[in-house]
C-alpha cells in the first residue's frame, strides 16, 4: 500500500498552540494571547471572557505518545465492540479499540454491564482501551466518570504505596456525539449534542475536570453540511476539555451503521481536513474506510493521526495488517 503523508504527530507547548477560534457568528478568525488564554479577534478587542486551559492538549498529545502515536482506531459498535472482537482487530494491526457505547448508570451500577464491555477478565492484549460513555445528563456521565476514577485508583495501588499504570481498566474516556439513531434523539445524546453547543461544552468541562490529568477526554463527533459550523464546533469542543477528536465525515441527517455503508453514502474526507488543521489535537478520522486501500488514503487526504474503521473492520478484521 501507499506510504500516509499524515500530519507529523509532535506535542507543542501550551503556550504556543496554534488554536484558532472561529466565531459562531462569522467566519472571522480568533486567536488565543499566550498570556492570558483570553480569546481576542484580529483587532485586539475582548471578544469572550471564558479562559481556555491549555493543559489538556499537552497531556493529550503526551498520552499519544506514550501510546507510540497509535494510527489504527477500532470503532465503537453497538452489540459488536465486544472484547473478542477487539483482540482480533488488535491481532491484524489495530493499536486502539474502543467499547461499544456504554449507557453510565448501567456501567456503574452493574457488574454483569461491566463484564459485557471488559470480559470476565480483561486481556493484556486490549490495550489501549478507550470506554465510550453516551448520554446527555451531566450527573449521570459525572457518576460513572468517577467511578472510573476510583476504579483504577484503587487498582493501582500495589504494595508500595505507588502506581501502576499497566492496571488501569481503561485508559480514556470517550464522550459519544456522534450517535444518529432515535434513541439518541430522544435522549438528546450522541449526534444531537452537537445541536446545543453550550450545553455541550459545560458537559465536557465537568467531565475534564473530574478525569486525572494524564487520563484524556476523547470527543467523537459528526460533520454539518458547513463546513465552517463544523470548524467551529471542533474548536469549542477543544477548547472546552476535549484533548483528542474523532470526526466522523457524515452528518447526523445520513445515518451510520452498516446500512448507510452498503448504501455508499460517501463521507467527507474535506470536512475532516479542515477540522484536522483548525485544531491543535489529534484527530482521528472515519468514515469511507470499508476496505485496505482506503486506510492510506484517508490519512493522505485529510492529514490525520489516525483512522477508525467500524464497518471495514466487521467485513475484514485483517484490514489494518494490509
Same mark, same amino acid.
Given at each position: ?22 466565531? $459562531? /457568528? ?7 494571547? #499566550? ?7 484580529d ?7 471564558t479562559?481556555? /486551559? ?10 499519544f505518545?506514550?501510546?507510540?502515536s497509535? +494510527?489504527?482506531?477500532?470503532? $465503537? ?5 465486544? $472484547? ?7 491481532r ?13 448508570g ?8 461491566r ?5 470476565k477478565?480483561? %486481556?493484556?492484549?486490549d490495550? #489501549? ?12 456521565l459525572?457518576?460513572?466518570? +468517577? ?9 493501582n ?22 450517535? #444518529?439513531?432515535? &434513541? ?14 453550550? @450545553? ?7 467531565l ?9 477526554l ?30 466522523h ?6 445515518g451510520?451503521? +452498516? @446500512?448507510?455503508?452498503?448504501?455508499? +453514502?460517501?463521507?467527507?474526507? =474535506? ?8 485544531? $491543535?489535537? =489529534? ?7 470499508l ?5 492510506p488514503?484517508?490519512? %493522505? ?9 467500524? &464497518? ?11
Amino acid at each position: 500500500s501507499s506510504t500516509s503523508t499524515s500530519t507529523p504527530m509532535t506535542s507543542p507547548s501550551p503556550s504556543s498552540l496554534p488554536l484558532v477560534v472561529i466565531s $459562531p /457568528d462569522s467566519t472571522q478568525s480568533l486567536q488565543s494571547s #499566550p498570556e492570558t488564554n483570553a480569546i481576542y479577534n484580529d483587532d485586539d478587542n475582548f471578544v469572550d471572557n471564558t479562559h481556555i /486551559d491549555f493543559d489538556h492538549i499537552a497531556a493529550a498529545w503526551e498520552w499519544f505518545r506514550s501510546h507510540n502515536s497509535p +494510527k489504527y482506531w477500532v470503532a $465503537p459498535l453497538v452489540g459488536l465492540s465486544d $472484547p473478542s472482537f477487539r483482540v482480533l482487530c488488535r491481532r491484524y494491526g489495530a493499536t486502539v479499540a474502543h467499547t461499544e457505547m456504554a449507557d453510565p448508570g448501567g456501567f456503574v451500577h452493574s457488574e454483569y454491564y461491566r463484564s459485557q464491555l471488559l470480559g470476565k477478565q480483561q %486481556e493484556d492484549r486490549d490495550r #489501549p482501551l478507550v470506554l465510550q460513555l453516551g448520554g446527555s445528563r451531566v450527573d449521570k456521565l459525572l457518576e460513572a466518570v +468517577k467511578f472510573i476514577v476510583s476504579q483504577n485508583h484503587s487498582n493501582n495501588e500495589n504494595e508500595n504505596g505507588g502506581t501502576d499504570n499497566s492496571t488501569l481498566s481503561f485508559d480514556a474516556v470517550e464522550l459519544n456525539c456522534g450517535c #444518529p439513531q432515535q &434513541c439518541a434523539r430522544k435522549g438528546g445524546y450522541g449526534a444531537f449534542l452537537l445541536e446545543d453547543l453550550d @450545553k455541550l461544552c459545560g458537559i465536557i468541562q465537568q467531565l475534564r475536570r473530574a478525569l486525572p490529568p494524564s487520563m484524556p477526554l476523547l470527543v467523537k463527533m459528526r460533520v454539518f453540511d458547513s463546513m465552517d459550523r463544523t470548524v467551529t464546533v471542533a474548536q469549542r469542543i477543544v477548547a472546552a476539555g476535549a484533548g483528542i477528536l474523532t470526526v466522523h465525515g457524515r452528518t447526523r441527517h445520513q445515518g451510520g451503521g +452498516k @446500512k448507510t455503508a452498503a448504501e455508499y +453514502k460517501l463521507a467527507s474526507w =474535506p470536512h475532516i481536513r479542515a477540522v484536522k488543521r483548525a485544531v $491543535p489535537v =489529534p484527530v482521528i478520522a472515519n468514515g469511507n474506510v470499508l476496505d485496505w486501500r482506503a486506510v492510506p488514503q484517508i490519512l %493522505e487526504a485529510t492529514e490525520c493521526d489516525g483512522v477508525m474503521s467500524g &464497518c471495514g473492520l466487521l467485513r475484514d478484521p485483517t484490514l489494518f495488517a494490509k
